[in-house]
């Protein structure tokens, strides 16, 4: 060993870094505990009240029994390590979170164990294991003034009991007898003391201070130490020999071994995980489960892999530790990237205010009912309550993949041992003995390969389990045969206990952990199990990636989601967004310049592994759940490590200590000696001796940092280069001293700075608060922190979200691949949600409700509605009113933000104040106006003030203009992210016909209707008011609107109608469609249709209000043009045909587009009726193909349209006569020609009046279906007929330009077509 600190040993290979005593100071006696009053002086000032009371901590409502007091850390050993400086003010928290507590001898006064952690600003984590106890007060001072407080509260309270306080906070800080005195009377035979008669006893806390979570051998040994004290023989040596042995000769097993060293009275044995099996983890998750339950677990660990705010709630610290700690350590190869307190001081529940994510304990109150209980902000927050079996979930809550068979794998392991899946806390009888008759049947099944072979091992690990007892009580009721365990009992146990070198039950414990937390990372193996193949590693070097990180993007979420089966996506698609997963990949990349992260490299291995004996297709995904083979050899070593210790430390032995010293009392734990204590032995270790050899060395150094929660973003060469920064340093983790760095090259070093802190954005650097200092300058300091946090967040999620969607809109428009998808697109937004709701949270007053957002809306609502109620009429009047009753335009819609609240409460299908929040996000976004109603909620100031701190995010002004100009940012792409979520609910719509009243009637004597579809549905058939060109209709939202029928029956004086577009528009979402016609309606007109099939395009707003945030793409979806439409059938129009070059390449690009759209993912590829009849669609592609050298104009006659060919063909080829006197080519043609003749006849005779134009398209659009176009092109270029009607230089008539497009139209022979029903009504084929 080198560079031992004086009076620390060997300090990074040491088992305990410190011995702490907490209780008590006699010599300043009773003081209130400074930091609930500091928290009580807050809610004061936040609150208005008078801060003169609080400020002194004084409380008189409450006994002094049940008053908060405030402890001291009496004594410490060693007095300092510099790998492990100790944080007193912390330590001190921590082990008495409730502060100094005080009982009389009618009270319980059995000792409590309970554990806790600091997790410093690096990630690196120090345990503590503590045992309170209570040691009578001898002091008369503090006696009597514990007499005179109790009658100063005797006679504040004669005639009244006091109430619990009503704000958020106040009622988490509630205690105990404001919750249960109903009586004067309760209140004295409760809390009572008398100096005469009673005996004073107060709390004293003893602890260990260690690098790594031992919890089962430090509680021991605490146990021990206890027992000691209180046992009326003194022990056997002075404590002082056992303390000194614990701190200074007792040093870490080594990865991969076991060591046992003494206690008091009995040794204690510890075992560490070799660097292949998985990272330490000693609370025993049986405990877990039992408080839980299987289903509750699962859906808190995704809670908690989501990274979403846990708030774990129990009267128990070490529940709360436990089920922390329990499952953190199910995560693997993950880790937690956030705030982390497992135990969360009643002083500090400001804490809970933080916009970010946390795990955290909060201890509840005895009697304190969970609606009384307030939280900061609930809407993405998991609450569970572990002492009452209860959870609560955010809304829109994915669930975990494979969820019912994964906990179906869990629960048949927890059978094995024992513990029922629902939780000891609610098992009934018939529950038990029905999973009584599974654990048999489990037992009795010698080929599961999850479980041991026969049933001697498997009732080997039960034995002595008191849930088996009873179990086996309840079996041998119900008739179930258990004499094979009977009879296994006197001979199997007692000849492996003469082995075990310690208590069965911790074997049981430890076993079952391996267990269970194989069947977890074996889920993650699974899922994972093709990851390398989508990590992106662009760099070259490790200094460039570190430089350019934020700017890289370094997985393909995309690809790797597109690869996933369907079910894992709404799980999945969240949990690739997460921290935890970044830091994952970002390992990965680090990897090829540097060694393996431990976990990293544990998880790796078993991806390779399971490849070699796997022999499924890589990259071939599959839902299909496969259960954890190694559940059996997993236990192995464990067992092996407990049965024969490897290492076996110094035996306690006498101190050189003066005469005099160590004397023993009974029941008082002693005034240890520092002199003794201060410092350890001078390298006379002969453990270390021992193992000082040159290959435990090499295990060493790759063993660094192993099953720690490290900062991923920090690996070990990165470290160092950090040590030698004057950084926090991370050797007191390891179990081997510093070692000689070559000092690395000066950009190396900035570089790995920069990175550090440029990887603990977003709240990393927030990752854990500080214990030891809560005056309120440095309370300020960490929500300024906070605001930088959530801005910067801001920031990068809007940017992301602008980036993605803008790439996904150039793929529409041909410029590149898309790398985004609308599962994606829907989690992004989901993120920004939950932002918005941390960021209005943060700082908040008086919460009301679970949403801060929509509270806050709701009070701006009430007040606006006051001042101005005309203000808010969601359609302007006047001028725009008149235009549209003149068929001009479209009535406009103002922007308004309580007209978007009041639609959202008309949804009933929304139920909760989270989901309208969320509803009120998405429809503000869709309608590009989410940064200008958050300016108009801003403006008015009072109300922000009143509802928010002066730190909150909200009033930080600078702060909140670029939180405004990042959301603006958003204006620049089209979000449907609230039409394709809310697709039930029922949506107003307003229609306008506009015509073209220069060539026509306004208005038509005829009875017109109109028929509206979208993506999701149609309106049906609505008929339209006569002599009335506006209409308005409600129907279940039709989604992106595509295609409008119009038309009418034709009677009346003024039956012909021209009219010029459609004009529809969605009154919730403002969204409006343009239907562009240019045609006349009515019988001989034009090509005589009484109906048409009109295609949409969504256009760009123009309003005065909207003109300024115009920053977008090109609209996504186009419709034919009025212009194209008259082309076709005007003699004017058809000037500006296309030639003959032109037309070929139209219609390969409208099959290419085709092509592109079956490419896509299927909840990505949008309307296809646009591609096929909309503007550059197929038909109008077709058309053109059709028109080009076509005889279709007539002097003194009628116009000619294709429709009338295809008519004429269709005749020539049913007369068998004609095709018998015909070229022999067309024989060949005989099976086709019946078919088309079939097709032409079906669309001669639907009941529909649609015109030539919309039979051809029609045709066109049935050929493609069927797969028949580029049948029937030959067809009719063999037709005789096409001499009399195409000119020489028709295309028709060009073999090299017909083969040519029948060769394009191929290409789409292989997709599937689905048309929509507006376009095939009335077909009957």
């Not at 609930?36 to 002194?56: C, M, N, P, S, V």
């Not at 839980?292 to 708030?311: D, P, S, Y």
Request: with cysteine; charged share 25%; glycine share 6%.
């Amino acid at each position: 060993m080198s560079a031992n600190v004086p009076g620390s040993g060997s300090v990074p290979c040491r088992f305990a870094h410190y011995f702490v005593i907490c209780g008590i100071d006699t010599e300043t006696g009773l003081e209130p505990d400074e930091l609930a009053a500091l928290y009580q002086w807050l809610e004061a000032d936040r609150h208005g009240r008078t801060k003169q009371t609080t400020r002194t901590g004084e409380n008189f409502d409450q006994s002094p029994l049940r008053r908060t007091f405030k402890s001291k850390v009496l004594a410490h050993f060693p007095e300092n390590i510099e790998w492990n400086p100790f944080d007193q003010d912390a330590v001190n928290m921590l082990c008495m979170p409730k502060g100094l507590s005080f009982r009389t001898q009618v009270d319980n006064r059995d000792p409590q164990f309970h554990s806790y952690l600091i997790t410093r600003e690096d990630g690196t984590r120090t345990y503590g294991f503590v045992l309170t106890f209570y040691e009578e007060v001898t002091s008369k001072q503090i006696c009597t003034a514990m007499q005179t407080l109790y009658q100063m509260h005797h006679a504040e309270h004669a005639g009244s009991v006091c109430a619990s306080s009503s704000c958020s906070m106040d009622s988490l800080a509630s205690s105990t007898d404001e919750g249960d005195a109903t009586s004067l009377s309760k209140l004295h035979c409760c809390s009572s003391y008398d100096i005469s008669r009673d005996t004073l006893y107060a709390s004293k806390a003893i602890c260990l201070i260690t690098p790594l979570p031992f919890m089962q051998a430090c509680r021991k040994y605490l146990y021990q130490l206890h027992q000691a004290v209180t046992s009326q023989q003194p022990p056997p040596l002075p404590l002082e020999s056992y303390i000194h042995n614990i701190l200074y000769e007792v040093p870490l097993p080594p990865p991969g071994r076991s060591l046992k060293f003494h206690g008091v009275y009995e040794p204690i044995v510890c075992q560490r995980p070799s660097i292949n099996e998985l990272p330490l983890a000693d609370y025993p998750l049986r405990h877990v489960f039992e408080l839980l339950g299987v289903e509750n677990l699962v859906q808190v660990f995704t809670c908690v892999l989501l990274e979403m705010q846990v708030l774990l709630y129990s009267q128990d610290y070490q529940r709360l530790m436990t089920v922390a700690e329990g499952i953190t350590a199910l995560l693997f190869p993950f880790q937690w990237q956030h705030v982390y307190v497992p135990i969360l001081p009643a002083s500090l529940l400001h804490f809970l205010d933080a916009p970010v994510p946390y795990l955290m304990g909060l201890q509840s109150k005895e009697g304190t009912d969970r609606s009384k209980l307030e939280l900061p902000q609930e809407a993405n927050l998991c609450f569970v309550d572990i002492d009452n079996h209860y959870i609560e979930l955010p809304e829109d809550f994915p669930q975990f993949p494979n969820k019912l068979e994964f906990i179906q794998e869990i629960s048949e392991v927890l059978l094995v041992f024992g513990i029922p899946p629902e939780g000891s806390l609610h098992c009934s009888e018939s529950a038990t003995q029905l999973k009584n008759l599974a654990l048999n049947d489990l037992v009795n099944d010698k080929k599961n390969g999850n479980l041991p072979g026969d049933t001697l091992a498997v009732f080997e690990m039960l034995q002595g389990n008191a849930t088996l007892e009873r179990l086996q009580a309840l079996a041998k009721r119900t008739g179930v045969s258990v004499g094979q365990v009977d009879g296994l009992r006197s001979s199997s146990f007692k000849e492996k206990e003469t082995r075990l070198q310690c208590d069965e039950e911790e074997l049981r414990n430890a076993m079952l952990n391996v267990q269970i937390r194989e069947v977890f990372a074996h889920r993650f193996t699974q899922m994972f199990a093709d990851y390398e193949a989508f990590v992106i590693q662009s760099a070259q070097d490790l200094e460039s990636w570190l430089t350019n990180r934020e700017q890289m993007q370094n997985f393909d979420k995309a690809s790797f989601l597109s690869d996933q089966p369907e079910p894992y996506l709404p799980f999945l698609s969240h949990f690739i967004e997460t921290q935890m997963f970044a830091t994952f990949i970002d390992n990965k990349i680090m990897s090829q310049w540097e060694d393996k992260d431990p976990m990293l490299r544990v998880f790796d291995s078993r991806i390779e592994k399971m490849r070699m004996y796997n022999v499924r297709i890589p990259n071939l995904r599959s839902s299909i759940y496969q259960k954890c083979t190694i559940l059996k050899e997993s236990t192995q070593s464990i067992e092996q490590r407990l049965m024969k210790i490897d290492h076996a430390a110094i035996h306690p032995h006498l101190l050189d200590m003066k005469i005099g010293q160590g004397r023993y009392e009974q029941g008082f734990f002693p005034n240890l000696q520092s002199d003794v204590l201060a410092s350890g032995p001078t390298n006379n270790n002969r453990w270390v001796n021992r193992t000082a050899s040159t290959q435990r060395r090499k295990d060493r150094l790759r063993q660094h940092s192993d099953h720690i929660g490290l900062d991923n973003d920090l690996r070990e060469q990165v470290e160092g280069c950090l040590l030698l920064q004057n950084s926090m340093a991370l050797w007191e983790w390891d179990q081997r001293a510093p070692i000689p760095i070559r000092p690395p090259q000066k950009s190396f070093s900035a570089c790995c700075l920069k990175y550090m802190q440029e990887a603990r954005s977003i709240g990393k650097n927030l990752r854990q608060p500080k214990l030891s200092d809560l005056s309120p300058a440095v309370i300020a300091q960490t929500n300024w922190k906070f605001v930088e946090g959530l801005l910067k967040e801001c920031r990068m999620k809007t940017k992301r979200m602008l980036v993605e969607k803008m790439g996904h809109e150039a793929v529409e428009l041909g410029h590149g691949e898309a790398n985004i998808t609308g599962l994606e697109e829907n989690t992004l937004i989901a993120s920004l949600c939950d932002l918005l709701e941390r960021i209005w949270s943060h700082g908040l007053q008086v919460k009301q409700g679970k949403s801060a957002l929509w509270s806050h809306l709701l009070q701006y609502q009430e007040r606006e509605e006051k001042l101005e109620p005309p203000a808010e009429s969601p359609v302007s009047l006047g001028p725009e009113r008149r235009k549209s009753e003149t068929g001009l335009s479209m009535p406009l819609l103002r922007v308004s933000l309580i007209q978007d609240m009041r639609h959202i409460q008309n949804i009933s299908e929304i139920k909760t104040d989270v989901g309208r929040a969320r509803a009120w996000i998405r429809l503000s976004l869709e309608k590009k106006v989410l940064s200008q109603h958050f300016k108009q909620l801003f403006s008015n100031q009072a109300l922000t003030k009143k509802l928010y701190k002066r730190y909150a995010f909200l009033r930080c002004e600078e702060e909140k203009e670029q939180f405004l100009y990042h959301l603006l940012s958003l204006n620049a792409v089209d979000y449907f992210c609230f039409t394709n979520v809310f697709t039930t609910i029922i949506i107003p719509y307003r229609a306008v016909i506009i015509p073209i009243k220069k060539l026509s009637n306004a208005i038509t004597t005829s009875n017109p209707w109109i028929c509206v579809s979208g993506e999701l549905g149609d309106s049906g058939v609505m008929q339209i008011p006569k002599n009335v060109l506006e209409m308005t209709f409600e129907c279940q939202n039709l989604g992106k609107l595509t295609t409008a029928q119009i038309g009418h029956d034709n009677s009346g004086i003024l039956a012909k109608w021209l009219v010029d577009c459609v004009m529809v528009r969605n009154e919730i979402s403002g969204h409006t469609y343009k239907f562009p016609c240019g045609r006349w309606l009515g019988k001989g007109i034009d090509d005589g249709s009484l109906e048409r099939i009109l295609i949409g395009e969504l256009i760009i707003p123009c309003t005065d209000e909207e003109l300024g945030k115009q920053c977008r793409t090109p609209p996504q979806q186009r419709s034919p043009t009025q212009i194209r439409r008259l082309s076709i059938t005007s003699l004017g129009g058809r000037n500006n045909k296309l030639n003959a070059a032109q037309i070929q390449e139209a219609v390969g690009e409208a099959v290419n587009n085709i092509v592109k759209h079956f490419h896509k993912p299927e909840k990505e590829r949008g309307s296809l009726t646009i591609l096929l009849c909309g503007e550059n669609g197929l038909v109008s592609a077709l058309e053109q193909f059709f028109y080009h050298g076509f005889k279709s104009s007539r002097i003194f006659q009628k116009n000619v349209f294709i429709w009338d060919f295809v008519e004429k063909a269709a005749a020539f080829f049913e007369s068998g006569d004609q095709i018998e006197e015909a070229e022999t080519g067309v024989e060949s043609l005989r099976p086709t020609s019946k078919i088309f003749c079939q097709y032409a006849t079906a669309i001669n005779v639907t009941p529909r009046n649609i015109g030539k134009d919309g039979k051809f398209q029609l045709l066109v659009c049935l050929g493609a279906r069927d797969h028949l176009l580029p049948q029937w092109i030959p067809l009719l270029v063999e037709c005789p007929l096409i001499t009399r009607m195409y000119e020489e230089q028709a295309l028709l008539r060009d073999r090299m330009a017909v083969n040519s497009v029948i060769r394009v139209l191929q290409t789409v022979q292989e997709f599937s077509i689905t048309l929509e029903s507006s376009l095939v009504k009335g077909i009957d084929l």
